[in-house]
């Protein structure tokens, strides 16, 4: 190759970008949308993974402090052994710690849910309990003038009006409030509660008297390893050599990297809610893309005839406007990476010191990289398609305006382009999600959702052109419309379709939602759980609470909490659990054992024992659960309850209803199953048409007045602090909708503007020929409400569709459909598109004909 | 306007500039004329003279800066936007030298608007014998684009004539095609203009086809210069 051949090949290997950039000189007018809608989309994308990145840094930087250290081992309902807390001293600094739920009560009478946290002297092994007003943890929990000190929560303080110095009892001990906690390290391992906050010495817990044998109390040891080993490997020996030397402990052993797997699960699981969101965000401004690329290519149809006339090829032509749209998608890539690696900052500085998450913000510039390759996926699946059609553009065209001429379908290698684009866009969102299952259901239904709106275009315009002759010009004129060629119905119904069915399926999301967690509670919800009644008390706390509340219902059983080692002889942390069975096997559970079938379940496989069965213990299984877990009738399952394995075979199943709130368990046990093992009661109490404030007020002053050891847990203030982060999850799909929305609007604004040319063309010509501006106004009007109706009804229709499956499918509850508010918004959404379109044409009506011709 | 009432075009001192600022640029100067009913004028010029301008305000596309303008007995001073746009519909015919046919529409379709428009029941039966009169019975379902620029101008013309206008405007109807294909349309025009009886305005550059109307104006500079 001589030196002008290489100088020419190379020239020519950047043609297309001179003259992509050459055409692109006079600014990117007509492109806004596409690098909006781009740019929006990646930045959803880029922001949700910055954010999580930054959460799992700090998850993993804080680790020992949200442990509490380097590893921690926890046992229910008993305290540890002589041999196991040898075995956790001989590995560095120990410090042990009690959780429970019990009753803070006044002198006055006033009772309230607390968590209660009793620790020792080491507490806290890493970080530090801030206290105001300040003092040392260990002076303000001590024992002084036979009065143990607390510390507790703002909102303890708040709703029994406490001040320091003020005192409570608890269980038997009276306790002096010395502080209010404002910082506490290990808060986010130990999990959501449902009352606040009251620390106490583990001197006090013993004082109250709440320990029992089978009280609900939960028992932390905390191992700090010495400096010498305190690596992962070294925890991870730890772990190893506990398994084999005390394999009966039955504890749950966690190390700081996986500190709160709860919650790191919960954030694995929304993030992946959120990059769906930021997908569908990108899918749906992909139309806007593909709609922009297909208006720029209508422009440029004399400069792509002209270029081939002056000796361009097609494929030429084609890589011009391709590397158009990779510099433009890579710009609104670029935008959208920048602005989403800017979230986790702005939640930092706006929200840092009210979320409890250890936040640590910085540059991702993987996640960045990926909200590009995102947003450049899409501009390519959706652009492709268009561009292919550039390269037949005839150079006739110079001469006439042929539109039949062309084909509508690009060559098959354009086809081939675009399929392997949308393949690789699936692929990646696949590969990177945290549950691939929902990714690929996820994939699947986008691709469903497009395909149909696709066809519900083309049947609309089939419908409009064999629709019989309307006799009212203006009607006539609306559904020709639809039908021509050219017609945005398609791009119309895409867009609008899409935005409905998206606001549809959120709005059927929150509506359930709501009315199950806020709204109404199940007509035979009980009002009230009572935790940790001694065995021995039962009859008379029955009998005593039956007195206070003669008019209600209560149900009592016995519980014990027990922690599944293995089923069917697969040890507990090597089975594979289905999504909604997982939960089962991640702690201790309550467990119940009992003569006959427990209220509100039945038997649908299997026998149940009877009441005097007296043979070798049983186990009957939650339905659903026992599938999940992939367990059937006959195997066996072994439980570790109080430091001891019981293997039960596996008699029946049942089928039973989680959402009346009443006393349900996975696993019920034959009668004799826990013969000797000391276990407290559970009872429910419900009023026949729900308590009232003052009736249930009043049982819980008397009940922590008689029987100081037993908890009780108001059911609608659990709901209440369920529903927080319900209302928090709300907010979050709302907020991460909203900006879908925003692109959607954006597609279908774009959509409306590019056949904003033609409109004004057709109203001028139409004014010329006698039409009135009431009459265009009148026709287009019809035109929008037309196919924004018949958009609207398949929105209604999809998006409630996609709220079942969420609802029922991914949530678990009960779906009862919406209609009113999802017609409401899908009547704003027609309203709003019919706005759009007229706030497009309504300038152009106004105009007088001739300066417009003139330019014509 | 006593005695305004035989002409279908009654134009009085009718000024109108166009732009704005240093760019502005007085088109029509001080314009009187008078069109009698059935008559064929040719507006004859050099371009810029304001021929195609004066066409405007005769057709009430244009509104002047002063003036007035009557046309079949209906002064345009006193009609709005609206108003105007209905009076197109059923009096004026107009035929433009860039067709202007609405892309999106069939030929029939095209057609039948100023007749669906006007409120017409059998407009498309009547826009199908306009098309079969212009020789296009054959091509009632095309669009535009599937048209010749030849066949696009009858269906333009088919289209002034189908409301059976009082007068019909046409702005060098044979500026876009070949002299063979110009000269069917011209026949087409001047056909339509002696079956409908309609007074005919047509703005052209050939003196020759000019000469066919029976009288002739020629401008210059926004003036009348020259009557034959």
């Known amino acids: 190759m001589n030196a002008t051949e290489h100088a020419s090949n190379s020239t020519s290997r950047w043609l297309p970008l001179r003259f992509a950039l050459r055409e692109m000189r006079g600014g990117l007018r007509g492109f806004y949308v596409f690098i909006m809608c781009i740019a929006l989309g990646s930045m959803a994308i880029a922001g949700v993974g910055s954010l999580a990145a930054s959460l799992a840094d700090g998850l993993a930087r804080e680790g020992q402090v949200i442990l509490g250290g380097d590893l921690s081992f926890t046992l229910v309902q008993r305290e540890a052994k002589p041999d196991e807390r040898a075995f956790l001293q001989a590995h560095g600094k120990i410090s042990s710690m009690a959780t429970m739920r019990a009753m803070a009560r006044t002198a006055n009478g006033e009772a309230t849910l607390v968590e209660l946290k009793a620790v020792d002297n080491a507490y806290p092994l890493f970080g530090e309990v801030t206290l105001a007003p300040a003092q040392s943890l260990d002076d303000a929990l001590a024992l002084r003038s036979g009065v143990y000190g607390a510390v507790a929560d703002e909102t303890l303080l708040a709703r029994l009006a406490l001040k320091p110095g003020a005192h409570v009892s608890v269980g038997n001990a009276t306790l002096e409030i010395r502080a209010a906690i404002t910082g506490e390290p290990d808060k986010l391992s130990i999990g959501i509660g449902f009352g606040p906050r009251l620390m106490i010495s583990e001197g006090a817990l013993r004082a109250t008297g709440l320990i029992q044998p089978g009280s609900l109390v939960r028992w932390r040891y905390r191992v700090r390893l010495p400096a010498s080993a305190d690596d992962d490997a070294a925890a991870k020996a730890v772990t190893e050599q506990a398994q084999v030397q005390l394999p009966q402990a039955g504890w749950d052993i966690r190390n700081r990297r996986n500190a709160s797997p709860q919650l790191e699960r919960n954030v694995d699981r929304f993030t992946q809610f959120l990059t769906i969101v930021g997908l569908t965000a990108l899918l749906v401004g992909g139309v806007g893309v593909g709609n922009a690329v297909k208006s720029h290519l209508d422009r440029r149809r004399e400069t792509i005839a002209t270029m081939k006339a002056l000796g361009a090829s097609g494929v030429r032509v084609f890589a011009i406007y391709l590397t158009q749209v990779i510099v433009l998608a890579l710009i609104g890539g670029a935008i959208g990476a920048v602005l989403g690696a800017a979230l986790p900052y702005a939640v930092s500085w706006t929200f840092g010191a009210i979320i409890p998450l250890p936040l640590i913000p910085a540059l991702h510039i993987s996640e960045m990289a990926l909200a590009i390759l995102y947003g450049l996926l899409t501009a390519l699946a959706f652009a492709l398609w268009p561009l292919g059609r550039a390269h037949d553009v005839p150079v006739g065209a110079l001469f006439c305006d042929v539109v039949a001429g062309q084909p509508s379908w690009p060559r098959r290698i354009y086809i081939a382009l675009t399929t392997v684009a949308v393949l690789a866009l699936g692929t990646l969102a696949v590969l990177l999600a945290y549950d691939r299952r929902v990714a690929v259901i996820y994939v699947g239904v986008a691709a469903a959702v497009f395909v149909l709106l696709r066809l519900v275009g083309s049947l609309l315009m089939w419908i409009a052109r064999h629709a019989p002759r309307a006799r009212a010009t203006g009607l006539r004129m609306a559904v020709a419309n639809i039908h021509r060629p050219g017609a945005l119905t398609p791009t119309i119904v895409l867009s609008l379709g899409l935005g409905i069915a998206l606001l549809v399926t959120v709005i059927e999301i929150d509506g359930n939602l709501r009315l199950q967690f806020f709204n109404e509670l199940p007509a035979k919800a009980p009002s009230f759980y009572f935790l940790d009644i001694p065995a021995s008390e039962a009859k008379p706390f029955d009998d005593f609470v039956r007195a206070q509340a003669p008019s209600a219902k209560l149900e009592e059983v016995p519980m014990l909490r027990g922690r599944i080692v293995s089923a069917n002889g697969i040890r507990a942390e090597y089975l594979k659990p289905k999504e909604e069975a997982a939960w089962v096997l991640q702690s201790d559970r309550g467990i119940t054992y009992s003569g006959t079938v427990p209220e509100g379940s039945r038997v649908v496989e299997g026998k149940w024992w009877g009441p005097d069965y007296q043979g070798p213990p049983l186990v009957s299984f939650e339905k659903k659960i026992a599938d999940g877990l992939g367990l059937k009738l006959g195997d066996p399952v072994t439980v570790n309850v109080l430091g001891r394995d019981i293997t039960v075979k596996i008699a029946n199943l049942r089928a039973l209803d989680w959402q009346n709130l009443g006393i349900n368990f996975v696993m019920v046990f034959s009668p004799h199953a826990f013969d000797g093992a000391p276990h407290t009661h559970l009872a429910t109490l419900t009023y026949p048409d729900g308590g009232t404030p003052a009736q249930e007020a009043a049982i819980i002053r008397a009940v922590a007045r008689q029987y100081p050891m037993v908890t009780t847990v108001r059911v609608k203030d659990a709901l209440d602090a369920i529903g927080v982060i319900i209302q928090n999850l709300v907010l979050a799909i709302r907020g991460a909708s909203a900006l879908t929305l925003l692109v959607a609007a954006l597609v279908l604004g774009g959509a409306l503007a590019a056949g904003h040319r033609h409109r004004v063309y057709d109203a001028v010509i139409l004014k010329t020929l006698g039409a009135t501006r009431a009459r265009l106004l009148g026709a287009y009007s019809i035109e929008y409400l037309l196919l924004g109706t018949a958009t609207a009804l398949f929105g209604v229709l999809s998006g409630s569709l996609a709220g079942w499956l969420i609802v029922t499918e991914l949530m678990h509850l009960r779906f009862s459909w919406q209609p009113l508010p999802a017609l409401a918004a899908s009547a704003a959404a027609v309203l709003v598109t019919i706005a759009l379109g007229l706030a497009g044409t309504f300038k152009a009506l106004g105009q007088k004909p001739a300066p417009v011709l003139r330019n014509l | ?228």
């Open chain 2, 1 to 228: 306007m006593a005695g305004v009432e035989p002409d279908t075009i009654f134009i009085s001192n009718v000024n109108l500039s166009l732009g704005t600022g240093p760019a502005r640029v007085h088109i029509l100067k001080d314009i009187s004329l008078r069109v009698a009913s059935g008559e064929a004028i040719g507006l004859i010029g050099p371009s810029g003279s304001g021929k195609s301008t004066l066409l405007m305000v005769m057709a009430g596309l244009e509104r002047p800066d002063s003036g007035e303008v009557v046309v079949n007995g209906t002064p345009f001073n006193a009609l709005d936007e609206d108003a105007l746009a209905r009076f197109r519909g059923r009096q004026v015919g107009i035929v433009f030298q860039s067709f202007h046919l609405i892309p999106t529409m069939t030929a029939l379709e095209n057609v039948a608007v100023p007749l669906e428009l006007a409120g017409i029941a059998d407009a498309q039966e009547r826009a199908k014998a306009e098309l079969e009169g212009v020789g296009l019975a054959d091509r009632l379902h095309h669009y535009p684009a599937q048209l010749s620029g030849g066949e696009q101008q009858r269906v333009a013309v088919a289209r002034a004539l189908a409301p059976n206008p009082a007068i019909l405007v046409a702005d060098e109807p044979t500026g876009n095609l070949d002299e063979d294909t110009g000269k069917q349309i011209v026949d087409l025009l001047f056909a339509g203009h002696e079956k409908h009886g309609a007074t005919l305005v047509l703005v052209t550059h050939d003196a020759s086809l000019a000469q066919r109307c029976g009288r002739v104006l020629r401008l210059r500079s926004g003036h009348v210069v020259d009557e034959a």
